[in-house]
């Protein structure tokens, strides 16, 4: 038998957590499924706060990481919501779908980001390489929350993929209206 990890909704959802359920929690389906974990989604909270609000990386350096991260990892959610955080931030469509694509199409510091995120899945560790690479646009502190990063979506995208979470309704409209491609598992 198998649970059923769709998302709870206002009525069902745990008590543990009650001081989630109006703010980042009940916002996204993905919190609304890792609800099934009250306390896994109240000992999540203050690192997404962190490298959500309060990260070293830049907003567009972060969407960066994470849509290579949700690309990297075939999650369609991922991608999509990020896609729309991106559009906000004022990304290019055209640049943000080469995010999915070959690093070396990518100008200046978009693939230097994603191939941080590629040693990471691949090699499972940032080379010395391009660890000096980073160190002027990030420094130290912004390497950490690049790694940080990608360990934090990569945990969402596996919770995302085994559980067919289904795209927010806003997203799944935006998406319908201006699609991108979509990316697959490399």
Known sequence: MTHDFSPIDDADWPAEAAGLRDGFAGALNVYR???HHPRLLNAWAPLREHLVRQPSLTPQQSEIVILRAGHRLGSE???AHHV???RKLGMADARIARIAGPTAEMEGEDGLLARAVDELFDDRRLSRTTQAGLDTPLGP???LDLIATVGFYSVLGFMLRSFDTPLDADVAREMAAR????PDQP
Do not use: V
């Open 33 to 35: 499924c890792m609800a």
């Open 77 to 79: 959610y991922e991608w």
């Open 84 to 86: 729309h955080r991106a």
């Open 141 to 143: 502190q912004g390497m």
């Open 179 to 182: 699609p991108l491609p979509r």
